[in-house]
């Protein structure tokens, strides 16, 4: 199909909007089945179906009508007055505003869209509504797609479209000709959109809550084994996302829409002794349809190959084709030790806990299971990710915490190449402690290319492009692990000091705004709000947002950010006060004493303690040239210095 007629299709009138004008007299349109499309949706105008991934959407008839008026005039505002006279006849008797507002919400619902991050329906105040996606006319029986082109539009009133009735015998001989040549000549039909799959948490059936580590444990295994299948075709939800569903009385239905997945597998864990029993249903969203369900008894010993085993069915059950390599990799599973693997399972589950008291505990247990089996790699990757966290978190320093999370990663890959976690996180070693910025890039695009539904991957590497001030890529990586990983806090609130740190304060403030509404006491959420506050010089609100983010979190949270705003206030005792508690900590954070007195313009101080922080090769530095609390001393050449000695971007 040519441009030309796609436009023409998509910017014509009529009372059944795109469809009206495929209709029209020729008989070569007519006879074809179209259906527009935008993302991962379809709708077809004719049967007034709408599709996500291929299934149904149960959509009521005015949030439809609503739709089609939207699609009818992409690109263009449809006033709430157009929607009144198209959707409700003047002889209808309804409280209008209100059936407007739940036929949006509505839509908007079955879209996984919002009013405040719009994707598809934008709001316009006082006016209405516009469509703002692009779309693609598709022959639903051939597969042709063809992108349309922007509706032109004239600020302020609709575009005129001029009468072309004797261009449609031309335009069906160009689509007739042009589909031959496309079929014979042109490239195949592409695979559909990827598939989703939520792993909801298995249900502990052993009567003690002692065992939820174990089931907590398998449910995160399943979520990797299943993330490595076929990643171009099924995208896994990630482990964080799956858990706050952990004991929910929601519908399955209602998960799906939450979370934008296809299918669900949920299912049920009893160990006893040395045997554990899994029952498992996989469930089609769209329907709520049982598409398969099992039960499993395996000794505990043979796990991994259960895993395995569960995996390929799941694969089989939704149309996967798994390639040579991957089949190998699910058949080559080998028998762990039942100790080690219960040592890995509790070091899993303390690590997802993320306290400075649980990440200690995390070692041992996976210290443990490299005890019990030396050549056991996924146990090596939890120590590596442990090791990488102390330093953030202030209990060790540096130089005691990075060499050892290297040499833990580098221990995984060299027992499996394939996994994943140990790319990532030696790509995090490289990039914060090594500053080796060439092979931080390489683990992290390899953590990525062998799992892309690793959200954790997607997040390390966007925090990597944000301190190489390669914005743009940052913040795209960032929202791909915020999809993968809807309800994780910390990935949510990274995304918005990511754009806080590439000078986008509305969409950051947005982005805070969301992680506090998802859960009013999580601090780091309001330690950002407080650096972005910083920079608009609202200096009692960035006090009032870092003293609520260090009380939420009982002490555990960098007070440089306040002590800034405290120097920046004229508050320079309670800022001088911080800084000695701070000198005083087992780990002094140089970088953040230096932060503060930067806020105090005392920036020989400053400079001292950023050269000390680079002695001792302080992880923070990384954020150097991205992070604007160090404004104040960028047009000091000692400082361009120290950013050249660490080989950051100029």
């Not at 009013?520 to 009692?540: C, Q, S, T, V």
Request: net charge neutral; hydrophobic share 40%.
């Amino acid at each position: 199909m040519s441009r030309t007629l796609a436009k023409h299709i998509l910017s014509c009138k009529g009372n059944d909007g795109v469809v009206q004008i495929l209709a029209i007299r020729s008989p070569a349109v007519k006879s074809r089945n179209w259906v527009v499309r935008f993302g991962v949706f379809q709708v077809d105008l004719e049967a007034r179906e709408l599709r996500r991934h291929g299934l149904r959407i149960k959509l009521q008839e005015k949030p439809f009508q609503v739709l089609a008026l939207l699609l009818e005039h992409r690109g263009q505002v449809v006033t709430r007055e157009e929607l009144r006279e198209k959707l409700w006849p003047a002889d209808t008797f309804v409280d209008f505003d209100h059936s407007v507002n739940t036929a949006v919400n509505k839509l908007r619902e079955a879209l996984g869209d919002s009013a405040e991050n719009p994707r598809f329906i934008e709001t316009i105040p006082r006016r209405g509504y516009r469509f703002i996606a692009p779309v693609e006319v598709v022959e639903a029986t051939a597969g042709l797609t063809t992108t349309a082109e922007p509706v032109p539009t004239v600020a302020g009133r609709r575009a005129r479209i001029h009468p072309v009735w004797w261009l449609v015998p031309a335009l069906a001989i160009l689509v007739t000709v042009g589909y031959g040549a496309w079929h014979r000549f042109g490239p195949r039909v592409q695979p559909p959109d990827r598939v989703m799959l939520a792993v909801l948490p298995l249900e502990n059936l052993s009567g003690d809550p002692g065992q939820e580590y174990f089931s907590d444990g398998l449910t995160e295994e399943m979520i990797t084994q299943l993330s490595r299948l076929q990643p171009e075709r099924l995208g896994v939800i990630a482990r964080t996302s799956a858990m706050y569903y952990k004991g929910t009385k929601k519908r399955v239905d209602e998960i799906g829409h939450e979370l934008g997945v296809d299918f669900v597998l949920e299912g049920s864990v009893r160990r006893e002794a040395e045997r554990v029993r899994i029952s498992a249903r996989l469930i089609r969203v769209g329907d709520q349809i049982t598409v398969w369900t099992k039960s499993y008894e395996w000794d505990i010993q043979d796990i991994l190959a259960l895993q395995s085993d569960i995996a390929s069915t799941i694969a089989r059950e939704i149309s996967l084709t798994l390639t040579p390599q991957v089949q190998a990799r699910l058949a080559r599973t080998s028998l762990v030790s039942p100790q080690a693997y219960e040592f890995y399972l509790k070091g899993r589950y303390l690590w997802n806990q993320r306290t400075p008291e649980d990440l200690r505990k995390a070692i041992a247990q996976f210290q443990q299971a490299v005890r019990e089996d030396a050549n056991f790699a996924p146990a090596y990757a939890g120590l590596a990710d442990c090791y990488n966290l102390l330093s953030i978190y202030l209990v060790a320093s540096p130089q005691e915490a990075f060499p050892r999370a290297r040499a833990a990663a580098l221990r995984a890959l060299e027992l499996d190449q394939t996994l994943a976690s140990a790319h990532a996180a030696l790509g995090y070693t490289r990039f914060r402690f090594d500053w080796d910025w060439e092979k931080a890039e390489e683990a992290f695009r390899r953590a990525i290319e062998l799992e892309p539904s690793y959200a954790t991957a997607h997040h390390w590497y966007g925090e990597y492009l944000v301190a190489m001030r390669r914005f743009k890529e940052g913040l795209a990586e960032i929202e791909i692990a915020r999809k993968l990983d809807p309800l994780s806090l910390i990935i949510s609130a990274d995304a918005g000091w990511f754009h806080h740190l590439a000078g986008q304060q509305e969409l950051a403030v947005q982005h805070l705004q969301r992680t506090i509404e998802l859960a009013p006491d999580f601090a780091p959420a309001y330690i950002y709000l407080g650096e972005i506050y910083i920079r608009k010089g609202m200096y009692p609100e960035a006090i009032a947002a870092c003293q609520k983010g260090i009380e939420l979190s009982r002490g555990g949270s960098k007070p440089a950010c306040l002590a800034y705003a405290y120097a920046r206030a004229g508050r320079r005792t309670e800022a001088m006060k911080i800084i000695e508690e701070l000198k005083h900590r087992a780990y002094p954070s140089p970088v953040s004493i230096a932060i503060i007195y930067a806020g105090l313009g005392e920036n020989e101080e400053a400079l001292a303690w950023l050269e000390r922080a680079y002695q001792e090769r302080n992880d923070f530095l990384v954020h150097l040239q991205s992070q604007p609390l160090f404004d104040p001393l960028r047009s000091d050449a000692r400082f361009r210095n120290l950013v050249g000695r660490i080989g950051l971007p100029q």
